[in-house]
């Protein structure tokens, strides 16, 4: 049966915003940072000023922390606090009025109606009760955030002479209903978004990242990194020019600026250097979301949404020469000892069952050293997860856990910062190839 939710703006195939030349298509990602004031929601207006004569995608976070205070409602509602889900549910309505309230003079009462339909979609189901998976009510009530957000700014331009169309995603990126990480059904997206004709009426189009729909109407989450990658699938599909995701950094940086003031920006990278980076941890492009650009050579720019006329980074399929060290840090790791019960090796039957268990549990571990008949696996704490993975492997292996870690990942580097880094830290583990090492300490 499929799923009832409030109406949402439908982009009608007929839709012309000027009678100008448009050269390309551009796809924009804003994220939460960008919109987490309405002083940075000004700001968003003055970056999209500079590009009313082009044809433009806008993927849209939710504002500032709201994802987070969002996740809280569906845990409060789960736990069977109805009271307390719907208590916090209003502060977050109400952040958000008074958002529009600031933004707003000329569409506030029409933007008004819209906010309420979307709040009267998570209020449905929140006077109800909890009969199906935790995962499942996280995207409905969750996707609320991005909706709100997009549906405020794209009146704000309007009102601001920024002529735009908003759209509910929903109706474009169909997946599948693995709730909180949902695969995207390629096929029927495609069509989906050629249907609507956006490609060919150019314009500045206010759309949402992170969500989806089941063919149900049911909405769903791509995964913590799914706005980027909402982004990604626009650009791939639409065959843009290019990509530009918006943050509050001038670009791809060589370390976290704020454990490293000294870290550097990095002008150029490429695709593959990318997915290396984000693979050991680094806070940069989930390599999900490069994989739609790399098929299509489609170039990303990571732009400074506080100033952009910094350069920014430039990832592309052009190799990346005289990179910096690029150091990651990754605190709170838990590290799980795993010795064979009856001494036999650690071969490929319980290798390829322990390798299941990470499937199930949909866990990916940060480093991994074996041995003849013992193995170690460095894992992010996730406490249910992690317990739960324990309990499973002690059918096959003894079992010990070494909480409170952190991994140090350093890419292209040199023995002496190595030594600097490490300097009076117990380590447990260490990997090292010619590019890359990887230090577990306490």
């Keep these: 049966m499929n799923k009832e939710r409030a109406p949402h703006i439908s982009l009608h195939p007929h839709f012309t915003f000027y009678n100008l030349q448009y050269q390309r298509m551009k796809v924009f990602k804003f994220g939460g940072a960008s919109l987490s004031s309405v002083e ?99 995207d409905q009530v969750v996707c609320c955030g991005e909706l709100l957000s997009s549906r405020i700014v794209s ?38 978004l050629i249907r609507s004709n956006i490609q060919n009426n150019p ?37 843009a020019d290019d990509l530009t995701i918006w943050k509050d950094v001038e670009g791809v940086m060589s370390a976290d600026p704020k454990l490293f003031p000294s870290a550097s920006l990095i002008n150029q990278l490429s695709f593959s250097e990318v997915i290396e980076m984000a693979f050991y941890g680094a806070q940069v492009i989930h390599p999900k979301t490069i994989k739609p650009l790399q098929n299509k050579k489609i170039p990303l720019h990571v732009k400074s949404f506080l100033d952009p006329s910094l350069p920014g980074t430039v990832i592309s399929d052009k190799s990346s020469k005289n990179l910096p060290p690029v150091i990651v840090i990754k605190a709170n790791q838990v590290l799980i000892h795993l010795q064979s019960k009856d001494f036999s090796f650690v071969g490929e039957r319980l290798m390829s069952t322990l390798y299941q268990l990470f499937a199930e549990l949909n866990i990916k571990p940060n480093l991994i050293q074996t041995a003849a008949i013992n193995l170690q696996v460095c894992f992010d704490d996730r406490q249910d997860k992690i317990e739960h993975l324990a309990q499973m492997a002690s059918e096959i292996f003894d079992v010990q856990l070494e909480k409170n870690l952190t991994l140090l990942t350093i890419r292209h580097f040199t023995e002496d910062l190595l030594a600097n880094m490490l300097h009076e830290k117990d380590v447990v583990l260490m990997q090292k190839n010619k590019e890359t090492v990887q230090a577990l300490y306490r």
Aim: net charge negative; proline share 1%.
């Design 155 to 192: 009146a704000y331009l309007n009102e601001k002479g920024i002529t735009n169309r908003w759209f509910d995603v929903r109706d474009i990126i169909r997946t599948d209903n693995n709730f909180r990480e949902a695969n995207i059904d390629w096929p029927a997206t495609k069509e989906n």
């Design 203 to 239: 314009g500045i189009y206010i759309t949402q990242g992170f969500i989806g729909s089941t063919d149900q109407n049911e909405s769903t989450t791509l995964g913590r990194e799914g706005s980027d990658y909402t982004a990604a699938v626009f650009a791939n599909i639409l065959d």
């Design 40 to 138: 940075r929601i000004r700001n968003v207006a003055d970056i999209l000023s500079l590009y009313t004569k082009e044809h433009v995608i806008v993927i849209m976070s939710a504002m500032g922390k709201t994802t987070n205070a969002l996740e809280k409602v569906v845990e409060a509602f789960y736990s069977g606090n109805k009271e307390e889900a719907l208590r916090l549910f209003q502060l977050i309505k109400q952040s958000h009025l008074t958002t529009a309230k600031y933004l707003l003079v000329t569409s506030y009462n029409a933007t008004l109606e819209d906010l309420n339909a979307f709040f009267t979609e998570v209020e449905w189901l929140l006077h109800d009760k909890a009969v199906q998976s935790f995962d499942y009510y996280y």
